[in-house]
Every structure is written in C-alpha cells, then in structure tokens.
C-alpha cells in the first residue's frame, strides 16, 4: 500500500455515502494500511459534506492521538478540547469559524465529535504573516528547517510550469502571470507547514496523527506527504483521497468515491457582462 497510486487506480465506490460505512467502501488490506500508518491524510473537496461524514468515520477507525487541521492556525486548534466541541456555538466563537471562509462549521462538526480525547493542533498559516512570504519568499517564512523539508529545492522546469498553470486554472484565469511563481511558493509553504505540524503532533502525542486538508494537500505525488517524508523517511504514511464522481486529481493509497455537490460555476464571475 505504500507505493504510489495513480488518480483512478483504487476508485472504491460510488454508492451515496449518506449512511455508508468507510468498511463498506475500502477492503480489508486498505483499512489495515490506514490503521497501521503513522500519519493519515484524510483529503476532501471542503464543500463536499459526504467528504466529512467519511472522514469522520475514518477517525473513529483510526482513533488518533492527534488531529492537524489545515483550517484552524495553532494557537486556535490548542484551545479546542472536548467541552468545546460538545458546545457547537462554543466552537465557532472561539474559532472564528463563521468569517473564516471556509465551509459552515456543520459540515465539519461530524469529524470534531469523532475526535474523543485528541489533541488538535493548527497549521493554518495567520493571513497577516502571508505579507512576509510576498515580501521575503516561502524559505524566509518558513524558517530554519527549510532544507529538513526540502521546501529550498527548486522544482523542475515542467513540474514548475505544470503547477503555475493549476494556479492558472483554479484563478480562473484571472491571475497576472508574473504572480503565478508566488502562488505556487505559497502553496508549498503551506504543504511544509502542515508536514512540519503533523511531525511534531507524532512526536509529542506518539501517534497516530491525522490531517485534515484537501486533497490538493494529501496527494503524496507533490503535497504533504512528500515534504514529510523528506524530513522524517521513517515515518509510515497514508492518504486518503476523496473523488467526487470518479474525478480527482493525484496519487493516494486510497480514494473513494462520493456524488458532487451543486455548486455555482466559480468563474462565472468572470464571464458577466
């Protein structure tokens, strides 16, 4: 299980997940895998709500030490505790969640009650300290153990051009051409930031740790895990993808499948006259 797999290679089910067990949908080798790893990564589509309900059935097989959160900063997720998550009004006061922009907090509330007696930990990076990224590059802002992570290796010609036109496309075009590079830093800072949260989670709770990021994030071909593993090879790693419809994009240990939600086009902003 630990090889990489390609986009659609273990596709596990397209049956509605309303209800659906993850044991329904992943065969016996894939779970043992997912419960024997030291780090999980738990991708999603955010605003997919099934993509929620799986996780939070993965949390309970896995039954983490500690959970990372790509949408929470650290000094948030260390206030969020059991009392806290049994209050839902509490929750969101206390992590701003309603003018965070993500997702509502009702979607995620499945995976927070999942969690029992875990510790959470935040590897959101504070808007405000994006001003130094722009200012000084991912490497400034990361710190010094950019060369542990690998975040100081350039990437190659194509890989760098082929991720500069993902920023293209997720922008909608819209995106000036010479800020694609910054985008592309940003989003390896943020995969190393999450890589290095999700370390020190292992090291201080024993493990197992679970992520939870997009899949954009989770992808072992260019996400976290390949900054993780870069810094600690030792570690045994497993992600965990979620299609929509059978489509994703990324190699993972495993993906499931779950209908798309009716979204607005978000382009089509861009489009009116």
């Not at 605003?47 to 030490?65: C, G, S």
């Not at 130094?132 to 190659?156: D, K, S």
């Not at 059978?246 to 495993?254: V, Y």
Request: with cysteine; net charge negative; proline share 7%.
């Amino acid at each position: 299980m630990r090889k990489l797999l390609g986009a659609f290679a273990l596709i596990l089910s397209a049956t509605p997940l309303w209800g659906a067990s993850l044991s329904d949908q992943m065969p016996a080798d894939a779970l043992a895998a997912m419960r024997a790893a030291d780090v999980v990564f738990l991708g999603e589509l955010h605003d997919n709500p099934a993509h929620h309900q799986i996780q939070a059935e993965a949390v309970a097989v896995i039954r983490p030490k500690a959970l990372v959160w790509e949408m929470m900063t650290a000094d948030i997720a260390a206030t969020v505790d059991p009392a806290v998550i049994a209050d839902p009004e509490a929750l969101e006061r206390l992590t701003g969640w309603a003018t965070s922009g993500w997702p509502p907090l009702a979607d995620y509330l499945p995976v927070f009650r999942s969690v029992g007696e875990a510790r959470h930990y935040g590897a959101l990076i504070p808007r405000q300290a994006l001003g130094q990224v722009i200012a000084e590059g991912a490497v400034a802002a990361f710190g010094p153990e950019t060369g542990r992570f690998g975040l100081a290796l350039p990437l190659p010609a194509d890989e760098q051009a082929a991720r500069e036109a993902d920023q293209q496309a997720a922008h909608c075009g819209a995106m000036p051409a010479d800020k694609l590079g910054l985008m592309v830093d940003i989003q390896r800072l943020r995969d190393a930031t999450l890589a290095r949260t999700a370390l020190q989670a292992l090291a201080e709770t024993g493990g197992p740790v679970v992520v939870i990021s997009g899949n954009g994030h989770a992808r072992r071909d260019r996400g976290v895990p390949l900054y993780l593993l870069r810094a600690a090879p030792e570690t045994k790693v497993f992600a965990l993808g979620q299609a929509e419809a059978g489509r994703i994009e990324g190699s993972f240990d495993a993906v499931v499948d779950s209908p798309a939600v009716d979204r607005p086009d978000p382009c089509a902003v861009f489009t009116k006259s």
